[in-house]
């Protein structure tokens, strides 16, 4: 295959996904399955999951979920509805379903979750979110050492470190900057099954954005993100720095379904709404 080729082929590939993310997003409160999300890619549903997985390093299945729950959130933000009407909204018949889901993945419960956002959802980024590790602290010399990059000034940077492509619950290791550059996140200990490849993942926000503003910014507009894969076992980190070039999100982006701002803010019990 010619460079030409490959390039058309991988154009036509993110063209699919697309297609299938747009499908999903028109269609949160409905059932859907693989065969759906095919059509709308124009794939065979076997072709389609791998090149799904491919081009967001998550399946469709993991990245419908991460949908529903992005719009849970923005729901509760927005309206401060009943949390049963916000569990219909985005296509669930359980509410325990739904409850375990959304813990599982935003890492709160969803009424956690709505009592935070009253208390510090006003909040501006850069006075909630202190710089340094969110986490155990990093000796000199240890952790995982890498590299943020991008045309952004006075903003906050949160990188972290995920077993997966989304960037959901609480991060394996995470590190708040306010301006971009050298980056250290603490190393995850040993654990059984843990993936050998991990994403680390970083998100730029403007430091005057409210919390609201960051967690309900459903096209990405007050936001640029990045992320590497790196190898890790058994807790011992790469052999070369990780480096992150921030960008404007794109369709097949993953959602943010963690709710990082309020986990820290919440540490921080002087702070007030």
Known sequence: MTATQAEAAAASQLAAVERAVARMQDNLADQQCLTDHAEAGLFSP??????????TSV????????????????LIIRESPRII???????????????????????????RYQALVRRYGQCRMGDL?????????????????GH?????????????????????RAPAGCAV??????????VPPP?????????????WFPAGLRVVDVLDDSTGANRRVGGTTIPLRHGAGPDTPFQVTLRRPAPSDPPL??????????????LKG
């Open 46 to 55: 076997y072709h389609f999951h791998r090149v799904f997985r491919s081009v």
């Open 59 to 74: 399946t469709p299945a993991r990245f419908l979920a991460a949908l529903r729950m992005a719009e849970a959130q923005r």
């Open 85 to 111: 009407d916000v569990c219909a909204a985005v296509g669930y018949s359980s509410l325990g379903t739904f409850t375990t889901q959304f813990t599982q993945l935003v890492g709160l419960s969803p009424r």
């Open 129 to 145: 979110l202190p710089e340094g590790t969110a986490g155990p602290a990093v000796a000199e010399g240890q952790g995982l050492a």
């Open 148 to 168: 943020v990059s991008g045309p952004y000034e006075h903003g906050i940077c949160l990188t972290g470190l995920f077993p997966h492509g989304v960037p959901q």
């Open 177 to 186: 900057s306010h301006r971009l550059g050298r980056v250290v996140l603490p």
């Open 191 to 203: 654990a059984p099954r843990q993936p050998d490849l991990w994403q680390i993942l970083a998100v």
């Open 257 to 270: 379904v963690y709710a990082l701002p309020l986990v820290l803010a919440e540490r921080r019990p002087r």
